[in-house]
């Protein structure tokens, strides 16, 4: 099998040991005291436990810790750009369904001095809150159109490696697309049964739990990390009614 067929690591390897080797060799050659080189080289042997210590517990920890942190600095800034660009406005029209509106404001109306005990509580409050979603209310044509016009921006965040390991995010995607799907197969969503009406209310509740779950994660990432972006987005806020993005 030709050379160039081997493996390069394999070939390094061998080099390397060989050049060990004729580098001992010379030096017994010059100084002829093979006891000289067995002390020399018991040592080195001696130190490769530590040096092995040394690269795999401590050293590839830190580059494991470094490459965590790299991977969720980019994953925070898909959702963060999955927020801008799609989340907001469909955190609207997903309220507009929900007939217990105004309670549910009261959980989410963010202030730029919230705490993390704030927001632990407002975690809390919005996953024992009673959820009133109807889709019989106008609105389920206009989240269709949006729905259907960014379905390809969907399909592109469920492509992305970084949001792999992120189960809760990837799972709100799917949620965010089963409507998609659910509403881009009835040409008349103003002309719908009952029951049918009642099992998109289900897949809209499903997703819009999921939804304010995750921006409200996202908007303590943001206060903690970027706080001139957490400004913004406390007020654009979508549960607030008297949001404005310019500063009184």
Known sequence: ????????RIIFGISLSLLSALLYFLHYTIFRDA??????????IAFIPVQVLLVTLIIDQLLKVREKRIMLKKMNMVIG????EVGVALLKHFSNFDHNLDKLRGHLILADDWSGRQ???AKKQIKDFDYGIESKKDGLELLRSFLIQERMFLLGLLENPNLLEHES????????????EELAYRVDVKRLTDPDYAHLSGDI???????????????QHLKGEYPYLFSLAVRINPFNPHASPEIK
Request: glycine fraction near 2%; charge should be positive.
């Open 205 to 219: 509740k499903r997703a819009y739990v999921l939804l304010i779950t995750e921006w409200l994660a996202y908007m």
């Open 35 to 44: 006891r000289h080189i067995f002390i020399y080289l018991l040592g080195d």
């Open 169 to 180: 995010f990837t799972e709100l995607l799917w949620a965010v697309f089963h409507v998609a």
């Open 1 to 8: 099998m030709p050379l160039k067929r081997f493996n390069w």
């Open 119 to 121: 927001f632990l509580n």
């Open 81 to 84: 750009v999955f927020f801008s």
